[in-house]
């Protein structure tokens, strides 16, 4: 959900910063991504199918961003081919996510959502040229083998993802990384406006999605609409404000670092709420990809070009 929503955030400028708010901020956010699984879990179970509690949320923070679109609507213009590649990039992201949370199991999802980080060194080295130091290729060398560990079957015989849900969380996490290279290719736009662009795109993808594969609605009432858009209109968008907040005003390192107490949060509510288990196996692969995230976070992989 663009943190998502605030991957572009990773971009933003910040003067002096207060030491303990912005990781009051970054804790919240990782805590309510961690637990946004659940809501979301909620409005399925009142009725709505899952492409249309997508389309329901994010309609809602359309709505709050739509008088900064049309004061803003010649920066979109100008730079509408980029923003609408972001725009289906994150579309596709969020939607994915979502429905990879409502089939799924938790925290299997955002484990392998969290193996972006390789999507985007790969990205950086064969997209931007940028080259990988020592670390970085360790990084993804624990990665890809906690990924194995995570999705060995013994009746395949080989780590294939199991599940649908485990294919839309691979997408997720390589849109992610995908959509992180896009952002840093378009500095000529600001933040905000990278921001609603997220927003539009999973509009628009579910839409699509919607259209292509005639799916109903469900049962839709007042009661359970209204809620999916306040969802997105103060759910989504706290949460999107509290991380462009907290990395605007410390160093990347330790923003990126600090989100991963999201997976905590995740495993923790899935326990308490949903009673999902995690196997031995998954605690294994899953703790190498955290390792690998970590390491990702903690150092630039990638050397400077000369």
């Not at 997220?198 to 594969?213: K, M, N, R």
């Not at 968008?237 to 997976?263: C, D, K, N, Q």
């Amino acid at each position: 959900m663009f943190k998502r929503d605030a991957i572009i955030s990773h971009h933003f400028s910040g003067a002096k910063w207060h030491q303990g708010m912005p990781i009051l901020a970054l804790l919240f956010a990782a805590s309510l991504w961690g637990i946004s699984w659940y809501p979301v879990r909620l409005l399925e179970d009142s009725g709505i199918d899952g492409f249309w509690v997508t389309l329901f949320i994010y309609s809602g923070t359309v709505i709050i961003a739509l008088p900064f679109i049309i004061k803003h609507r010649r920066e979109f213009i100008d730079n509408k081919w980029p923003l609408l590649v972001i725009a289906i990039t994150v579309g596709w992201l969020n939607m994915a996510f979502i429905l990879a949370v409502l089939d799924g199991q938790v925290v299997r999802v955002l484990l392998l959502f969290y193996l972006s980080p390789v999507w985007a060194a790969l990205l950086g080295k064969f997209v931007l040229k940028e080259q990988l130091h020592v670390l970085g290729w360790l990084m993804i060398a624990i990665a890809i083998i906690g990924a194995v560990i995570m999705l060995w079957s013994p009746e395949l015989g080989i780590p294939l993802p199991k599940e649908k849900s485990d294919w839309l969380a691979l997408s997720s996490g390589f849109c992610f990384a995908f959509a992180n290279m896009m952002i840093r290719r378009t500095g000529q736009v600001s933040i905000p406006v990278k921001t609603i662009t997220g927003w539009l795109g999973v509009v628009l993808v579910s839409g699509i999605l919607i259209i292509i594969t005639m799916t109903p609605p469900g049962q839709l009432t007042l009661s359970n609409v209204s809620l999916a858009i306040l969802y997105g209109i103060a759910g989504i968008t706290l949460m999107t404000l509290s991380v462009v907040y907290g990395v605007s005003h410390m160093p990347i390192y330790r923003s990126s670092v600090i989100l991963l107490f999201e997976i905590v949060i995740g495993a923790i509510s899935a326990l308490w709420i949903a009673n999902e288990g995690i196997q031995p196996q998954e605690w294994w692969g899953g703790g190498m990809i955290i390792l690998a995230a970590y390491l990702a976070a903690r150092s630039n992989i990638h050397e400077d070009v000369k």
